[in-house]
């Protein structure tokens, strides 16, 4: 079954991180765009640092940072049980304003050299015994 196409808010949020993105690194970052648990993610050098999911944006921070991040209005962890220290989701509300937007863009690129990679896991190939 094919895709359901993005909403124009979602498809706009994108344009604005990809814009941003290509604002703040300059041509010889490594930016990469790819899905990721139903996400529209932008890996900068390797790591997840921002991510598109409808009207909502999707922030990797410091970790240490966590709860006092948490408390900020528009705002909600990516896992309520705190299993994903770092990682929130911004509504449109937490975004509205030129200074929120900058924040939280500007905040995910300064975190993205510290944060860790995920290792990458092998795809399976078909036909291949467990």
Not at 40 to 48: C, I, N
Not at 76 to 100: H, I, K
Request: glycine share 8%; aromatic share 6%.
């Amino acid at each position: 079954m094919p895709a359901r196409p993005l909403a124009d808010e979602t498809l706009h949020l994108i344009a604005a991180v990809r814009d941003a993105l290509a604002e703040r690194l300059g041509v010889d970052a490594t930016v990469e765009e790819r899905p990721l648990f139903g996400c529209h993610a932008f890996m900068v050098d390797g790591k997840l640092c921002l991510a598109v999911k409808g009207e909502d944006l999707l922030v990797r921070l410091p970790p240490l940072e966590h709860a006092a991040t948490a408390e900020t209005p528009g705002v909600r962890e990516l896992d309520p049980r705190g299993g994903m220290p770092g990682y929130f989701w911004v509504e449109p509300t937490g975004y509205a304003t030129r200074p929120q937007w900058l924040h939280w863009v500007e905040t995910a690129l300064a975190y993205n050299p510290q944060a860790k990679a995920s290792p990458r896991r092998a795809k399976a190939r078909k036909g291949a015994a467990p």
